[in-house]
């Protein structure tokens, strides 16, 4: 079993920055492919960015490129999402998320374990 929980959302303006948090408990965090997804009121919830066991491999939808880093350290049980240049169709609660199996998976049902989300605002 894993326990995910994010943090770091907020309100910020068109252009500014955030950084999310993702703490997870349980002693096998590094097995795990993690994942960022986000979800915006009355849509589906979709792919952020992924990132493999060890952190050497990432994978990012193409709307956040360039603006989005993910990353892991795997001494602390934390994956990273940092957000630049911030958008306002940015604006969701983003999801942390964890998978057993797969290699950088980018759908919803790869993954096994969700954290219970954080708020990003994004003002124009």
């Known amino acids: 079993q894993v326990q995910l929980v994010e943090s770091g959302g907020g309100l910020v303006q068109a252009g500014g920055s955030l950084r999310l948090s993702c703490a997870a408990s349980?002693?096998?965090?590094?097995?795990?492919?993690m994942g960022w997804f986000r979800q915006a009121p009355g849509k589906e919830r979709e792919f952020v960015a992924a990132?493999?066991?060890?952190?050497?491999?990432?994978y990012y939808r193409d709307s956040v490129k360039g603006r989005f880093t993910i990353s892991r350290d795997n001494a602390k049980n934390t994956v990273y999402l940092q957000m630049n240049s911030l958008k306002p169709e940015d604006t969701a609660v983003y999801y942390c998320?964890?998978?057993?199996?797969?290699?950088?998976?980018?759908?919803?049902?790869?993954?096994?374990?969700w954290g219970q989300g954080t708020q990003v605002t994004v003002s124009a």
């Open positions: 349980g002693r096998t965090f590094s097995s795990y492919s």
């Open positions: 990132i493999s066991w060890r952190g050497g491999a990432t």
């Open positions: 998320s964890a998978a057993e199996a797969g290699y950088l998976p980018r759908k919803v049902n790869s993954y096994d374990y």
